[in-house]
């Protein structure tokens, strides 16, 4: 457990940093909906993570059958907590929508950035 | 009992949202259900990387999930988003964007969950292959949210232009024809490049020397394997901005939903049985490297005979839309 809170701590720590400055930036140039989007949308992808990392547990060990109908419940409770911000989004004028849906994937985006250029710098170390 | 359009639309929207959340969750419950399985048995292989499979296993599961998280988008769009204007056309529209994002979610969710399995499998067997396993998941996993990316696109087109100025007959069949092409076609490639990363990963543990010889044909691999979710892709936008002349008939309005149709399920095939060449492709480029160019030559043949059914069905969409 203490690899996977690591793990969470790291991507959830960048994501909500580039998100609190982003969103900063935004709200300076008097885009605020957008700003406050980003951030809250960012809020609910990294509860969405630490969620899944906390489930993980509880889906080893048991059969493919058991493990599927597990996932797929913990999809729809996730996705139901992920559907919270979207709502407010629309419902509410002070959160643009685009925002807070680019804010919900901005921890998978750390993660493949984080890979990615892992990837290319060690491809750039191997030409040098 | 008579209902007026507003009525419909909504119920339409309703539909739509359901289809695509209720679709879109199938597949990605089935990649993370995928990955909990192989990440239970690489586990007992090997308890002592259990902190790192259980790693792999939560970031392979995150970026699976991605065209699940898609499903939901499109759902809260079709449920909160107001319809100013409500028109017939719309109940189409709406019923096609659910649809397209529902099916165009099931493939790129199952297919991220191969290489996230095979990922921590690999762990559990070579441990110090972690870093470069992760790395290639992650790439796999990626590419293979693609086909959910074009149906995202397709939807969110369907949901923000504006086709009320069109003839509700046939422009009804065309949006419904354009959900169905770029959602169904999706579901093949998903699943096959989910097959082709799976390999790969597979190869890398089995294999480390052959890391860069075997991401260099799974990306080939993958890049042939989603060539039908792009003719899909085609056959949605011709659907969708085609501009088709009003008409009582319903025969061209039925020429144009069994062009989506055609299109739709003719790439299912195509698509999984070119990630099974290249699935097993990427397997052997591991084992056999000094073969590797004849084993990639045979791949791209076995591919594009594969293909061929695929093509078949973008024939008869294209002369179903424009001769028919």
């Known amino acids: 457990m203490e690899t996977i809170r690591q793990t969470q701590k790291k991507y959830c720590t960048r994501a909500i940093t580039v998100a609190i400055f982003a969103g900063l930036l935004f709200i300076l140039i008097d885009y605020k909906p957008i700003g406050k989007g980003l951030i809250l949308g960012t809020v609910f992808s990294i509860l969405n993570f630490i969620l899944m990392g906390e489930m993980l547990p509880l889906k080893i060990g048991k059969t493919k059958g058991k493990t599927f109908m597990f996932s797929l419940g913990s999809i729809f409770f996730r996705y139901f907590i992920l559907a919270i911000p979207m709502v407010m989004a629309i419902k509410l004028e002070q959160y643009n929508l685009i925002s807070v849906v680019v804010g919900i994937f901005f921890v998978q985006v750390f993660i493949m950035a984080d890979h990615l250029l892992d990837f290319l710098w060690s491809a750039r170390g191997k030409q040098v | 009992m008579s209902y007026d359009v507003k009525t419909w639309v909504d119920v339409a929207a309703f539909v ?41 296993m939560l970031v392979g599961q995150a970026i699976a999930e991605t065209a699940g998280i898609f499903g939901l988008v499109i759902a809260m769009m079709l449920l909160f988003v107001k319809n100013p204007n409500p028109s017939f056309i719309m109940v189409a529209v709406f019923i096609g964007a659910g649809l397209c994002m529902g099916f165009g979610a099931i493939g790129s969710g199952v297919g991220g969950g191969f290489p996230a399995g095979e990922a921590c499998t690999g762990i559990a067997r070579q441990p110090a292959m972690t870093k470069r396993l992760n790395t290639t998941m992650l790439i796999g996993s990626s590419i293979c949210q693609t086909p959910a990316i074009f149906a995202l696109v397709t939807a969110l087109i369907l949901l923000f232009s504006d086709f009320s100025a069109l003839p509700l007959c046939p422009t009804w069949a065309a949006v419904l024809g354009a959900g169905f092409a770029c959602g169904i076609a999706a579901i093949g490639p998903g699943i096959g490049d989910g097959l082709v990363a799976g390999a790969c990963c597979e190869s890398v543990a089995r294999q480390p020397s052959s890391a860069t010889i075997a991401t260099t044909t799974m990306l080939l691999g993958m890049a042939v394997t989603e060539t039908t979710a792009i003719y899909g892709l085609l056959v949605s936008f011709i659907l969708m901005f085609k501009t088709f002349p009003a008409t009582d008939a319903i025969a061209p309005a039925m020429a144009l939903l069994g062009a989506g149709l055609c299109m739709g399920i003719g790439a299912i095939g195509p698509g999984i049985g070119e990630g099974l060449t290249a699935y097993s492709a990427v397997g052997q480029v591991g084992k056999n490297q000094k073969n590797s160019a004849e084993l990639v030559r045979v791949m791209l043949v076995g591919q594009a005979v594969s293909e061929s059914t695929g093509i078949y069905s973008l024939v008869i969409a294209l002369v179903l839309i424009f001769v028919v």
């Open chain 2, 16 to 56: 739509g949202a359901g289809l695509s959340m209720g679709l879109g969750a199938i597949g990605a419950g089935i990649g993370e259900g995928l990955t909990a399985a192989r990440a239970t048995l690489a586990i007992s292989r090997n308890p002592e990387a259990s902190g790192e499979i259980f790693k792999t």
